[in-house]
């Protein structure tokens, strides 16, 4: 599918006995703000992970910009950038060694970086704290930062894991005003998981929600409300994955903490 940045056709991921994500499918048109929700343990973090070339599926197709993650992945990741939900800035660098520090990992010409870094900066409105310490950034701060980094080897996706959560509502309002505008602008996909389903309805273009390692939904957020018969699209995702609270999928929550840190690091 040319007109998708994102193609999973008919994916299933299996852990032994457990089918953590079982036969599903979905297009990411180029150039939309794609959400993917879904309770803990519905398959959210596993789905990911193999976009991300952090697992392989067990059966079907994934394509990124065109490309197979698990036969390329090292241009697969030179694509996209990725904004983890648990911070993985280096507190004791400043905000400009960590983007230039990021710079070097994907290889970006020296004789470009001082340039891309100091835009991307600006662009976050954190220009003037550059020569400062990131452990002196208040937590939107520090978000707004890893948007930067994430951003800094231009790549044609952005995925977001939760980028809003702990932060007040005006800077969260904040974030999204910059997400929008990279969308608007650069046409940048952004693919983003959130628990925050008023940021889905004011955001999104489309929606896929998933449960027990299956999609349950896949429309606009209004679409998706107007079928249940819902007031909102909380109310359509409570009635589509029941009321039960979940446990955490802590192998899965693990495991992307684990990559955050390593990531990080590179």
């Known amino acids: 599918m040319s007109d998708h940045a994102i193609s999973v056709k008919n994916i299933t991921k299996k852990f032994g006995d457990l089918t953590a ?19 803990n343990g ?5 789905t990911i992970k193999m976009l991300t070339t952090l697992l392989h599926p067990t059966s ?25 939900q648990d911070p993985s800035l280096d507190d004791e660098l400043t905000a400009y060694e960590n983007m230039f520090f990021h710079a070097g ?23 003037d704290r550059r020569d400062s310490l990131v ?35 005006q800077t969260r309002n904040y974030i999204w005003t910059y997400l929008k505008k990279l969308n608007e602008e650069r046409g940048l996909t952004i693919f983003f998981t959130t628990h925050y389903m008023e940021e889905v309805e004011r955001i999104a273009k489309e929606v896929v ?6 999609i349950v939904a896949n429309d ?18 409570i009635s589509l994955t029941g009321r039960v609270i ?11 903490r684990t990559m955050a840190r390593r990531w990080g690091r590179r």
Do not use: C, Q
């Open 21 to 39: 994500v079982d036969d599903i499918s979905f297009g990411v048109p180029a150039g939309s703000i794609f959400a993917f929700l879904g309770p």
């Open 42 to 46: 519905a398959g959210k973090t596993t």
């Open 60 to 84: 079907g197709t994934l394509e990124l910009n065109g490309m197979d993650p698990v036969k390329h992945p090292h241009d697969v990741r030179k694509s996209f950038g990725i904004v983890f």
């Open 105 to 127: 990992l994907y290889g970006l010409p020296r004789a470009e970086t001082p340039k891309k870094i100091e835009d991307l900066m600006k662009f976050v409105e954190l220009w």
């Open 135 to 169: 452990k002196t950034f208040s937590g939107g701060m520090k978000r707004r930062l890893e948007i930067a980094r994430g951003l800094l080897h231009t790549p044609a996706i952005l995925f977001l894991d939760e980028p809003t959560t702990g932060l007040d509502p």
């Open 209 to 214: 929600i998933v449960d027990h390692g299956k």
């Open 220 to 237: 606009t957020p209004v679409n998706i409300v107007a079928k249940n018969g819902s007031v909102s699209l909380e109310d359509a995702f």
């Open 246 to 256: 979940r446990e955490e999928d802590a192998s899965g929550i693990d495991h992307l």
